[in-house]
């Protein structure tokens, strides 16, 4: 934790407002369902501890009039650490030689999902790089084998983009749910972060294809990634307002060591704090995920995001023998716990704030 430089939003693009304005624009934020982007830019670059304050605050009541005080749990599951894929900021992108690779069998993920139920989880999600051996038809073959043994279990994938015609064949196999962060919505910010195999327009295209199907989908970005701006985040706000996904994950970016960005600064706890209550105001209805990578940067970091406004919390389902090789950045909390360890560490946690585990699939609840 320590080890890492911290970055501060860079405000130039964006300057900071006095705090009377910035309550005002939350406000304003709350009624309204978004701002323009140079005020939420605005808003953004203004972080300080009495705007998250005011926002964390707005933020928790309206999750608690939606949600009441219970919180969502999912069980992930990071079946493959392949990947095709070379993302700058990634530990398991391609050109990585030194991450040692592992794929769980059908067999041993079926273990991770029996283990799940005992321990609560009803939603498992199903995590992994690009990994070419898992084909759509064994992709199709793993989600029919969870949904004939676990009828009433949600099931969500997060493996990435593939054509509509594979996201309609997994929607018929049985999954519910897909995970697929946007991870900037800015072009030339993408393009700082991905190569040029990669486009944010096919990523869109993607998301949009999945909502379309009727997956409950999710999107997302790195908090604090290289070559952020608040104008840039003031780009995903705006792209979460047009596409209204079921749900956002939001975590800091943390460098990994064997990455192009391993000397880069992480993100910011409080930046972070602040922009899932920004995002809960906007969005009411949003599951809001408190990550891994959020408790990882903070030894309370969970308990931190669901003061300010999230709903769910994933820990991790994958065997232990695996946990430390699926490493998408340095320190990744909670790779040394068994599953049940896990269960109870997070009930304890969750309950230390004042909420409580729900039991069941903790679908998504509509719109007002
Ligand atoms: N291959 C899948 C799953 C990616 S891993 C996909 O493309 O969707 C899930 C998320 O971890 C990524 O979307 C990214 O936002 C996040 N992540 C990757 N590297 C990270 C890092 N160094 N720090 C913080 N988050 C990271």
Redesign the pocket.
């Known amino acids: 934790m320590g080890q890492y430089q911290e970055k501060d939003m860079d405000v130039l693009e964006a300057s900071r407002l006095p705090v009377g304005e910035g309550r005002r624009l939350i406000d304003r934020l709350e009624q309204e369902r978004g701002l323009p982007k140079p005020k939420m830019a605005a808003l953004i670059a203004s972080n300080c501890s009495e705007l998250r304050e005011y926002a964390g605050a707005k933020a928790r009541a309206i999750a608690d009039a939606r949600y009441g005080k219970g919180i969502f749990i999912r069980g992930l599951i990071e079946f493959t650490n392949y990947?095709k894929?070379d993302?700058y900021?990634?530990?398991i992108r391609r050109g990585n030689a030194k991450a040692k690779r592992y794929r769980l069998s059908v067999e041993d993920v079926m273990a991770c999902c029996k283990e799940g139920e005992r321990l609560g989880f009803r939603t498992f999600v199903l995590?992994?790089?690009?990994d070419p051996y898992y084909t759509d038809g064994r992709m199709v073959e793993l989600i029919r084998r969870i949904r004939a043994a676990y009828p009433e279990c949600a099931i969500t994938l997060?493996?990435?983009?593939r054509e509509r015609e594979s996201y309609e064949r997994f929607w018929e196999a049985g999954a519910d749910r897909y995970?697929?962060?946007h991870?900037t919505a800015d072009e030339s910010h993408y393009r700082v972060l991905h190569p040029y195999n990669l486009s944010l327009a096919h990523r869109m295209q993607c998301l949009k294809n999945l909502k379309e199907i009727g997956f409950q989908t999710g999107c997302?970005?790195?908090v604090g990634s290289p070559g952020q701006t608040a104008r840039h985040l003031a780009e995903d706000f705006a792209f979460i307002g047009q596409l209204r996904p079921e749900m956002v994950?939001i975590?800091?970016?943390?460098?990994?060591h064997d990455?192009p960005?391993a000397n880069e600064a992480r993100g910011s706890l409080e930046l972070t704090l602040y922009l899932l209550s920004l995002l809960r105001i906007q969005q009411p209805d949003l599951l809001l995920p408190a990550t891994t990578?959020l408790a990882t940067i903070h030894p309370r970091g969970r308990e931190l995001g669901i003061e300010a406004g999230a709903n769910v919390v994933m820990p991790n389902l994958s065997p232990t023998g695996v946990r430390d090789k699926y490493s998408?950045?340095d320190g990744k909390a909670c790779t040394g716990d068994e599953a049940a360890e896990c269960r109870n560490c997070l009930e304890r946690r969750i309950e230390s704030v004042g909420y409580h585990v729900v039991v069941g699939r903790g679908d998504h609840r509509g719109r007002i």
Do not use: D
């Open positions: 990947c894929n993302c900021y990634c530990g995590q992994g790089g690009e997060s493996i990435g983009e995970l697929l962060r991870e997302g970005f790195m994950g975590g800091p970016f943390i460098p990994h990455t960005f990578a998408l950045y």
